[in-house]
């Protein structure tokens, strides 16, 4: 495996900077007048939720590349993808049911935003387990699943404006308070370069894994024409 | 007579009971009248109006899994590398192994 780059470095040194002084944002950020102090929840619900929408468009980029142009690599950063994806879907469903049992009333409502994240996280964790157990010849259908996650996410984004959901409208970030904007974009900013970091390792394990594969073959095939 | 007497005086008996099963039936209603009213509409509770929950351990608990989930897969990239680079250990030792003999 190849040495980390110095953007990789520069890039965790300012994640680790996030850390300390993100929470203090949030916390100095005013209340919230109707929901209160659960409206915090919000700050990393959002960009945990974006994340999960870039980490399918990847996921899916990287399988057009995969199954239409033969691309390995394609296939190594829609696996890292794919994987980022759940890691963040987990991450939108579980914060956002607790701010709705507060907001709401209740943890859970079969709404068209809510359900629409709960399809597109199954969806992303049935293409982890089509690549995983699937056999021989998964990997294009576990890519074929990738495009169909693709195409919930603006459903998932647009379901709030088509129908009458519970949950709160896309004009809310445009709208937020300026007070609130600091925290927000800090914690937005944050979470990217975190995303970022974890695809770049991801992938690089992922090249790695099939570079061992590669030499295995070769060793073995040195190994038989000695003996 | 007697046995003439005797079912006239049981069917008043009877309708005397039915009377009075009624009369104790339309009581009854009555007075549960104004408690299904009730179930009907909604009345404003003095002192405790709403729930109170607490919101602290709802956003202690959304930020904790979204740290601990980042943290768990940070782990989990950090074991696939152990294993790839034991991987390519193994490698270069049965290449060194072939070479010495």
Known sequence: MRALGPGFVAATVLAAAGFLFVPGLILAAPLEPVMGFVQKIFYFHVPCATMLFLSTFACAAGSVAYLFKGSERGDWLAAAAGELGVVFGACVLVSGPLWGRKAWGVYWQWDARLTSSLLLFLILIAYLLARRYGGPGARKLAAALALFAAVDVPLVYKSVDIWRTVHPQTTVVPRLDPRMRPAFWSAFLLMTVVWGLLLALRYRLEAARAEVATLKLETEDLLEART | ?101
């Open chain 2, 1 to 101: 007579m007697n046995t003439l007497e005797r079912p006239g005086r049981h069917l008043a008996g009877g309708g005397l009971a039915r009377r009075r099963l009624a009369a104790l039936a339309a009581l009854a209603v009555t007075a549960l009248l104004p408690a299904l009213a009730l179930a009907q509409e909604f009345v404003k509770v003095e002192g405790k109006a709403g729930e109170d929950v607490p919101a602290g351990p709802f956003v202690a608990i959304a930020y904790g899994f979204i740290w601990i989930a980042i943290l768990a897969y940070v782990v989990f990239i950090a074991r696939g590398v152990g294993r790839v680079r034991g991987e390519l250990d193994e490698l270069r030792r049965k290449l060194d192994a072939a070479g010495k003999r």
